[in-house]
């Protein structure tokens, strides 16, 4: 496992692209109909999702701030 130490700022913008990524993502899958290609565009989606899930605040953080 690999950790990074990062600002708030820095949190929250890797936290906004990760969403914009994910929602880009969204769309092209949409409109793929090469199957191979919408499987690798889902798999890229799950690995940006479970990114975004990792940099959310952890909840015993809140509650010790």
């Known amino acids: 496992m690999i950790t990074v ?3 708030d700022e ?3 913008t890797l936290v906004y692209l990760l969403e914009s ?3 880009d993502l969204k769309a092209e899958i949409r409109e793929t109909d090469r199957a191979e290609y919408k499987d ?3 798999h890229r989606k799950d690995v940006l999702h ?3 899930l990792a940099l959310q605040p ?3 953080l809140a509650e010790s701030g």
Do not use: A, T
């Open 5 to 7: 130490d990062l600002s």
């Open 10 to 12: 820095e949190r929250q």
């Open 21 to 23: 990524c994910i929602s």
């Open 40 to 42: 690798m565009l889902k």
């Open 50 to 52: 479970k990114l975004w």
């Open 58 to 60: 952890s909840p015993n």
